[in-house]
């Protein structure tokens, strides 16, 4: 077949096809076999084969990726993905409703129409279309900037790679969609036993096995793991086209695109609270996990009237479940070490179903905490998962402990560190005890991940498993280590020992590119290279700030404790950790050997003025006009810095709505106080000041 025929069938078949993957993973009743399916989709592929001029992006055959990506490619936003505020009782919507009817000004009778849908936990998601067709993907990240995954989305079948037209209507010419991307209970479990089965570690719980399966670096990977998606928004740009919340989630399932059946249109407080009363009762009966509700003013002409707060809009609120909690007993206590040498005691616990997923271990923070809460081994414990993550002993069952438990007296954190066995030191005034040996094994793991991340030197492939395994088999014991690494050596390296048989290796072609990306990262920035040293107290904004002063690394690395002190908007806790870092004997004996491998440092882009050249700010408060990512970023364009808190130095501090303690600070020191307004003024004056 060939020509018109071939056009027309194949149009014919990718209609088809679409249609039953729709019913399949968007509606959730299959309208053929498994069988049937496949012979369709052969059909089609053998079609394309024959004519490969017919194949286009939108194709179901287009679906699977192919290579293997060493690292995602940052993706720009079409306009903010904004995080929501979280409401935790029932006086706090109340709060809520009364803050949007002031801001609306509505009076006491006046109910307001919200559209009430149930909070995803699961992993945010921006899908772009372009006439219909499905164009790009990427998470949220910053809320800025994420990562492209387009080639993970697109082997997801709950995703329509084209549109469902609405008859009457054109699709706009780029439109972005938001949602959450799962993983369903069952299928997770499923999953899971597989992986158990296959001699591979289980996932821990849905939400990580959806975020590790869609950042997978191989798109097949993504492609077998079973993810789902649900849509319940437009960006920003494109809510013009809509009257309502309620407007763009019927419009979004007439585009063929999986949105939550569970969303509801409701008027007023009373029906707000009944109807998230109702999702809290049937929670247990969702085949996802949820950890609340998401609440949102319907009308959008409404929403824009309420505006938005530095990173947060007005006109919605997430109203989170309380955690669940359990009882358990604690079999062992176990100090762990962190990134920065911080020795982090661990409560290992007889497992437990805490919020869904099976818990075994939970933090105890620091000694003060263990402390307080004179949490022992053999103790029972209440546990929960604090923000439906992260497990954390409540209390303990005094009444249930026994005599031993009690005759062995409290917990205390070692006086050497566990792993390396240097002496464990906590400083005054601190409430956390540190290993200080920069060699230590364990730290290492988090040292190199650290320095390899995209904020610092940005080594591509250089993730948690990679670095694991560098340290177990001793081929890095400082970062310095990574760049004596030989391509020939690291293809051998076991990533896995797997029971099944087979160790999983790194492999040629990851070598190959960890060894370029090595190599790259030695042309860089100064100021990347002293946030990656993982420097306690030093992070983006200190590290820049102080090698744009200094005028370089060696400057920074050779500085005194009192011309750091001197820096504006360094203080003392942060000179200190600098200058300390840099004067204790291992630590500098690692930082001289990294540079004796010839690196280059690179200035930063230049700035576009320097209007605000020398002049500092400290932004306080919500902001309505912009966020403050891009507040500071206009600064930072015009050569002035943003500072994280306010001091003598400062010289000018925005303050937003419902600014807090810098404002009060600010005054308290007689700084210059400027509005939204007047800062947006400043920037246009600079503007003007450029363009004359």
């Known amino acids: 077949?060939?020509?018109?025929?071939?056009?027309?069938?194949?149009?014919?078949?990718?209609?088809?096809?679409?249609?039953?993957?729709?019913?399949?993973?968007?509606?959730?009743?299959?309208?053929?076999s498994d069988a049937e399916y496949d012979q369709l989709y052969r059909k089609l592929q053998a079609l394309e084969k024959a004519n490969p001029e017919l194949v286009t992006p939108d194709s179901p055959t287009q679906r699977v990726g192919g290579a293997v990506m060493s690292a995602f490619a940052s993706f720009t936003h079409l306009g903010p993905m904004?995080?929501?505020?979280n409401s935790f009782t029932e006086e706090e919507i109340q709060q809520f409703d009364e803050r949007a009817r002031k801001g609306l000004d509505l009076g006491e009778g006046q109910g307001i129409e919200y559209v009430v849908e149930v909070k995803i936990d699961g992993l945010a998601i921006e899908l772009v279309y372009e006439d219909g067709v499905f164009v790009a993907a990427s998470t949220r990240g910053d809320g800025e900037i994420g990562e492209n995954v387009t080639e993970n989305v697109r082997t997801m079948k709950s995703v329509p790679l084209a549109l469902t037209p609405i008859k009457g209507k054109t699709f706009p010419k780029k439109i972005s969609v938001r949602g959450e991307v799962y993983i369903r209970r069952g299928d997770f479990l499923k999953m899971n036993a597989q992986r158990e089965k296959d001699g591979e570690p289980p996932f821990a719980n849905c939400r990580n096995a959806a975020g590790g399966s869609l950042r997978n670096l191989d798109p097949k990977v993504t492609a077998s793991r079973p993810l789902s998606i649900f849509l319940y928004a437009v960006g920003p740009n494109d809510m013009e086209s809509f009257d309502s919340q309620w407007e763009v989630l019927e419009t979004l399932g007439k585009w063929g695109l999986r949105v939550n059946p569970e969303a509801r249109l409701v008027k007023g407080l009373g029906e707000l609270e009944k109807r998230f009363r109702e999702i809290e009762k049937d929670r247990p009966g969702y085949d996802y996990d949820a950890d609340g509700t998401v609440i949102k003013v319907n009308r959008l002409d409404w929403q824009r009237q309420l505006g938005f707060k530095s990173r947060s809009p007005r006109w919605a609120t997430a109203y989170k479940w309380a955690p669940e909690e359990a009882f358990t007993q604690v079999e062992d206590i176990v100090a762990y070490v962190g990134r920065t040498g911080a020795l982090t005691?661990?409560?290992?616990?007889?497992?437990?179903?805490?919020?869904?997923?099976?818990?075994s271990r939970a933090t105890l923070h620091n000694q003060d905490e263990?402390?307080?809460?004179?949490?022992?081994?053999?103790?029972?414990?209440?546990?929960?998962?604090?923000?439906?993550?992260?497990?954390?002993?409540?209390?303990?069952?005094?009444?249930?402990?026994?005599?031993?438990?009690?005759?062995?007296?409290?917990?205390?954190?070692?006086?050497?560190?566990?792993?390396?066995?240097?002496?464990?030191?906590?400083e005054p005034e601190e409430s956390v005890t540190r290993c200080v040996n920069i060699a230590c094994p364990m730290q290492l793991v988090r040292h190199l991940e650290h320095f390899a991340s995209r904020d610092a030197m940005d080594i591509g492939g250089m993730g948690e498993s990679v670095a694991a395994a560098l340290v177990e088999h001793s081929m890095v014991k400082s970062i310095a280590d990574l760049y004596d690494l030989k391509e020939k050596k690291l293809v051998?390296?076991?990533?896995?020992?797997?029971?099944?048989?087979?160790?999983?290796?790194?492999?040629?072609?990851?070598?190959?590119?960890?060894?370029?990306?090595?190599?790259?990262?030695?042309?860089?920035?100064?100021?990347?290279?002293?946030?990656?040293?993982?420097?306690?107290?030093v992070g983006e904004t200190t590290a820049k700030l102080l090698t744009d002063t200094f005028g370089g690394f060696e400057e920074v690395k050779s500085a005194s404790l009192e011309d750091i002190s001197n820096v504006h908007g360094i203080g003392p806790v942060v000179a200190k950790s600098v200058h300390d870092f840099f004067s204790n004997p291992r630590t500098r004996a690692v930082v001289d050997v990294l540079l004796a491998h010839g690196f280059t440092f690179v200035k930063p882009a230049a700035a576009a003025s320097n209007k605000l050249a020398g002049k500092t700010f400290v932004f306080t408060g919500g902001m309505t006009t912009m966020t403050r990512p891009a507040a500071k970023a206009e600064v930072e364009k015009r050569g002035g810095q943003v500072l994280g808190s306010v001091?003598?130095?400062?010289?000018?501090?925005?303050a937003g709505e419902d600014a807090g303690s810098k404002?009060?600070?600010?005054?308290?020191?007689?700084?210059?106080?400027?509005?939204?307004?007047?800062?947006?003024?400043?920037?246009?004056?600079?503007v003007h000041s450029q363009a004359s």
């Open 647 to 654: 001091s003598k130095k400062t010289q000018f501090v925005v």
């Open 492 to 537: 051998e390296l076991v990533l896995t020992e797997s029971k099944a048989g087979s160790d999983i290796r790194l492999g040629a072609k990851r070598a190959k590119t960890l060894m370029e990306q090595l190599e790259r990262s030695k042309t860089c920035r100064a100021d990347k290279l002293l946030f990656g040293l993982g420097i306690r107290n």
């Open 345 to 359: 005691p661990t409560a290992h616990l007889v497992p437990v179903q805490v919020g869904g997923v099976m818990v």
């Open 370 to 426: 263990v402390s307080r809460k004179d949490v022992r081994k053999g103790d029972w414990v209440v546990i929960r998962r604090a923000g439906e993550v992260i497990p954390e002993v409540v209390s303990v069952k005094l009444d249930k402990r026994s005599k031993d438990v009690a005759a062995a007296g409290p917990y205390k954190l070692p006086a050497n560190c566990p792993v390396c066995g240097q002496a464990a030191v906590r």
């Open 663 to 686: 404002l009060d600070k600010a005054r308290e020191l007689g700084l210059t106080v400027l509005t939204e307004a007047e800062f947006i003024e400043m920037l246009k004056d600079e």
């Open 82 to 85: 904004l995080s929501l505020d």
């Open 1 to 32: 077949m060939a020509g018109k025929d071939a056009k027309k069938e194949h149009e014919a078949l990718k209609a088809e096809i679409r249609a039953h993957d729709h019913a399949y993973y968007v509606k959730d009743a299959p309208t053929v």
